[in-house]
């Protein structure tokens, strides 16, 4: 098992940036192909992003593909969401998770407390 942490949720407005990122313990994180998902109040969780064990694929929604970028550092045991032009609708609370599998979203099974992150307008 792996144990996740997210952090860098924030305010922040229309059309700024932010970066997110997540620490793992317990198993290495090279393990896992990693995602980012996000949850806004009365809304169902959405996937936003995915990236491979090894870091070479990646997958993105298509209401953040251009404008979020993922990436991650297994050295370091973390997975970063780097956010620019950020929207209204971008807020919500922001969970960072480990799969088997990048490309399948119904695969995750270890997830973090979540950040939460509010775009004003």
């Known amino acids: 098992q792996v144990q996740l942490v997210e952090s860098g949720g924030g305010l922040v407005q229309a059309g700024g940036s932010l970066r997110l990122s997540c620490t793992a313990s317990?198993?290495?994180?090279?393990?896992?192909?990693m995602g980012w998902f996000r949850q806004a109040p009365g809304k169902e969780r959405e996937f936003v992003s995915a990236?491979?064990?090894?870091?070479?694929?990646?997958y993105y929604a298509d209401s953040v593909r251009g404008r979020f970028t993922i990436s991650r550092d297994n050295a370091k045991s973390t997975v970063h969401l780097q956010m620019n032009s950020l929207k209204p609708e971008d807020t919500a609370v922001y969970y960072c998770?480990?799969?088997?599998?990048?490309?399948?979203?119904?695969?995750?099974?270890?997830w973090g407390r979540g950040t939460q992150v509010t775009v004003s307008s």
């Open positions: 998770a480990a799969g088997p599998r990048h490309y399948d979203s119904q695969a995750y099974d270890n």
């Open positions: 317990g198993r290495t994180i090279s393990r896992y192909a």
């Open positions: 990236i491979s064990q090894s870091g070479t694929g990646t």
